[in-house]
């Protein structure tokens, strides 16, 4: 199992959590149908599950898929449990379990693939994916895997913006590094949320709402909530590999100013995100 990645994915839940949008989310609860076929890609340690359960779609089957088999080991084990722990009722089955009168499986897969023709699907999840692929080529794929008028959310959506505070002098040099190396990666985009929103605009089917989804991670007291700061510290990791094949005029001071201030409790992180709402044809 990677340790690394499944803590990663587990200490961003808090953030994620405080950063959905609310009326997205509202929207979708709205429109899905009571019992929703559910087809999550790129599922990570399975937490889809847990919030749909606690907004209140509860029946219908969920199916996770995630190219990581360490993080969907981690998923089989651990959603069910922490269930359990919750006080729902849960009977596990293979590759999955059965929560209330939902049916969950977690399966390892290529998420794209998956997505290939099935016609079938209510409810399409994607959530701090389409940043990571081509947005028209998701958008292809997942209007094949849904039914007529189903629906896709895309949570989380990143859109160009990654913000440490206090300010330092080399801010903008540095995020403009870290973004370049993003985009130059195949298929990456670092202002997906904009562009999905203007390719869903252009399909016949709908896009019902589209919201901000900030991540906003602060300390209060010197202190970071729950696993934060671990998280903190990644996207510092990351920050830094991106930085590691430019120059970037006071890119080491930066870095070693950054990690000072997350020991000491003082840095604010913010990534600008969308999430998005979008409804497929119904003929």
Known sequence: MNHTETRYLEAKRSLDD?????????????????????LDIGCGTGTTVPRLLEWGVDAGSYRGIDSDEGVIDFARTVRPAALRRAGRSVVDRDQGFVVGDLSVTYEVGDALTTLTGANDTDLVVAQAFADLVPVAELLDRIESALAPGGLAYLPIT?????IFQPDHPA??????????????????????????????????????AIGGSDWILRPSEGEY????????????????????????????????TRRRQLADGRLTYIAHQYDLLYRAPVA
């Open 158 to 162: 990143f859109d160009g913006a990654t």
């Open 171 to 208: 801010d903008r040099a540095v995020e403009d590094a870290y973004h370049a190396v993003i985009d130059a990666e195949p298929g990456r985009d670092v202002h997906a949320g904009r562009h999905l929103a203007e390719v869903c605009r252009r399909r016949d089917g709908d896009l019902l």
């Open 18 to 38: 405080r950063a959905y949008s609310r009326r997205v989310r509202d929207r979708l609860l709205a429109a899905v149908p009571t019992e929703p076929r559910v």
């Open 225 to 256: 909530h729950a696993d934060e700061a671990y998280f903190l510290d990644a996207i510092l990791e990351f920050v830094e590999d991106a930085l590691s094949d430019r120059t970037v005029e006071g890119g080491a001071d930066w870095l070693a």
